[in-house]
């Protein structure tokens, strides 16, 4: 036994492979078997990472390392299944450490930055709002976007600390805008743990005293599987939150939890509609049109997100959606460019008539 649910078997002087897959569907037939304690049937579900080695090749606590890294994988894939080591998977892991050793150093040095990106209301045609998106200016890298190190952050715990810097620096440029007289609104996106973290609230709090704090205009972006849980807990964060005088959003909506019994309990002021359902319009079409009934109903503001064509752009203004973000508008841009690029939306709505926010070009 290696700790509480983690154990350890060794095989000895297997002849053949085929043998070998004999001996763990014996284990797994073993392991799967219901027990019945109290009146009660339970059941085990086990994942299980493999290494085979030779003792003349390999020692003891490399092969070992090899089977943790098999179990790593096995849990990454969803548990409840068994993984075989191989290079590739070891060399996978290494990318992924040194990312963490990287990463570690990056949140000391601060090499985050944010990109903005424009959010545009469908009536007006206006830039109502940008997202903060983190990037890691890498010293030899370059730019790396948050998709290689999110999970990562998220998995170690760094994400309470990097969460924290976006945190901070979206709301002091909020209150910067705010400070020069810019209303527009400010979305940041905030990662499970750190909505679990008890330090958010105070953190909030800090901002939402400051002379400066621009009331109603940031938003946090949390996403369905953070409502999972405890409601009452969650529903007394968001009340707080709300009083403070911030929004919340739901980002990546329709991907996460499909127990929907949250919409009605939870004040939310936004539903971003997941990227992928803009992308196989108009297919997607009836979803898309009950989010926005959805939305109607309990007085949420609908987002499409990652709208790229302009015909998901008519779609969606044909269908009433109230705002979007994407490509097609604008990718997400460093501050030295977003006065130009916001400018330009503006302008553009100005001189033609709905739908056609970007037809300009
Ligand atoms: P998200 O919050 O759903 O952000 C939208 C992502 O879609 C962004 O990717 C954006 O660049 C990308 N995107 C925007 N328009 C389009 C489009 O038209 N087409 C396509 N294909 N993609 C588009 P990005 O910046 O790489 O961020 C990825 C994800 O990383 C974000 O998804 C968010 O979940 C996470 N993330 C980014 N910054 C932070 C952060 O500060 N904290 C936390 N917790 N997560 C963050
Ligand atoms: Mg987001
Ligand atoms: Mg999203």
Redesign the pocket.
Same mark, same amino acid.
């Given at each position: 036994r290696l700790g509480g649910d983690e154990f350890l078997i060794v095989f000895e002087d297997i002849p053949s492979d085929a043998r070998f897959s004999f001996e763990i569907d014996n284990l797994l037939d073993a392991i799967s078997k219901p027990i019945t304690h109290d009146a009660t049937r339970l059941s085990v579900t086990v994942s299980m990472g493999v290494a085979t080695f030779l003792p003349r090749v390999l020692d003891f606590t490399a092969a070992m390392r090899q089977a943790d890294i098999a179990l790593y994988a096995a849990k990454q894939a969803g548990r409840n299944r068994v993984t075989f080591f191989s290079e590739a998977m070891g060399a996978r892991f290494e990318a992924r450490d040194r990312i963490e050793i990287e990463l570690k150093q990056a949140i000391e040095k601060e090499q985050?930055f944010?990109?903005f990106?424009p959010r545009v209301n469908m009536k007006s045609g206006q830039v109502v709002s940008v997202? %903060?998106?983190?990037?890691w200016q890498h010293p030899t890298r370059g730019l790396v976007?948050?998709?290689e190190f999110?999970s990562i952050?998220?998995e170690t715990g760094m994400?309470e600390e990097?969460?924290q810097m976006?945190?901070e620096k979206?709301c002091w440029q909020a209150m910067a805008w705010h400070r020069s007289g810019n209303d527009i609104g400010l979305?940041?996106?905030?990662?499970?743990r750190?909505f679990d973290d008890d330090r958010l609230l105070k953190s909030l709090s800090k901002f939402a005293q400051h002379r400066d704090f621009p009331y109603g205009k940031i938003e946090l972006?949390i996403?369905e599987n953070v409502l999972i849980g405890d409601h009452e807990q969650i529903e007394l964060k968001l009340e707080a939150i709300a009083r403070m005088g911030y929004s919340v959003s739901i980002?990546?909506f329709g991907t996460g939890y499909s127990n929907l019994s949250y919409i009605s309990r939870f004040s939310l002021n936004c539903l971003?509609v997941?990227?992928s359902f803009? %992308?196989q319009l108009p297919k997607s079409g009836p979803i898309i049109d009950l989010i926005l009934t959805l939305g109607k109903q309990i007085g949420a503001t609908i987002v499409a997100?990652?709208?790229?064509t302009q015909h998901q752009l008519d779609w969606l203004y044909d269908h009433g959606c109230d705002q979007v973000?994407?490509?097609?508008?604008?990718?997400?841009v460093h501050i030295d460019r977003l006065g130009a690029v916001i400018e330009n939306l503006n302008a553009m709505r100005s001189k033609a008539s709905a739908p056609s926010i970007a037809t300009g070009t």
């Open positions: 985050f944010l990109h990106q997202e %903060a998106l983190v990037r976007m948050p998709n999110i952050c998220e994400i990097l969460g976006v945190l979206g979305s940041i996106n905030l990662s499970p750190q972006e996403t980002d990546d971003k997941d990227q803009i %992308a997100e990652g709208v790229e973000q994407g490509y097609f508008l604008s990718p997400p």
